[in-house]
């Protein structure tokens, strides 16, 4: 029976660890959504980028409903695999400002962002799902169907 308890701890913990991480990704991404509506030339592109601002918003409401759920105050915690990601997005809207690769070097980077959010929510459903907190399972894959999408959207 120990082992169990020892084991869940584990996983909250690192559930914690994970809705921390998606939280200061979500928080970058409304200040670089906004610039990189900006930067598009296409116009749906940057239509693109402000839609997928308001879902981030969401998505960060969500988080903090999450975070309630588990009784945590909410909080984000650095993350250095994002901060890069975008720095190269920043730079590919420095080097292709007036060319015509931008637009695929903004979707580039946009893709990168989201397979990195993919990845940490279905990490984080995967997690709440083993808890067996039902309504955080729910609240998570609202998202992940949300980062789906927009990575569809970038495809096309």
């Known amino acids: 029976m120990a082992a169990k308890k020892e084991e869940s701890t584990g996983l909250m913990k690192l559930l914690e660890h994970q809705l921390e991480d998606l939280y200061y990704v979500e928080k970058q991404l409304t200040k670089a959504l906004p610039k ?5 030339t296409n116009e749906e592109l940057s239509a693109c980028f402000t839609e997928h601002l308001a879902e981030t918003e969401g998505q960060l409401s969500r ?14 915690k650095k993350c250095p695999a994002i901060d890069g990601i975008l720095e190269e997005g920043k730079e590919i809207m420095e ?8 637009d695929a070097g903004l979707v580039s980077a ?4 989201e397979h990195y959010e993919i990845a940490g929510y279905i990490t984080a459903r995967n997690l709440s799902f083993q808890l067996r907190m039902p309504e955080v399972s ?9 980062e789906q999408n927009s990575d569809m959207l970038l495809d096309q």
């Open 95 to 102: 080097e292709f400002a007036d060319d015509a690769a931008l």
């Open 138 to 146: 729910r609240l998570l894959q609202m998202s992940l169907a949300e």
């Open 36 to 40: 990189m509506a900006k930067k598009a």
């Open 110 to 113: 946009a893709q990168k962002v």
């Open 63 to 76: 988080l903090e409903e999450i975070f309630g759920i588990l009784g945590k105050p909410v909080k984000a």
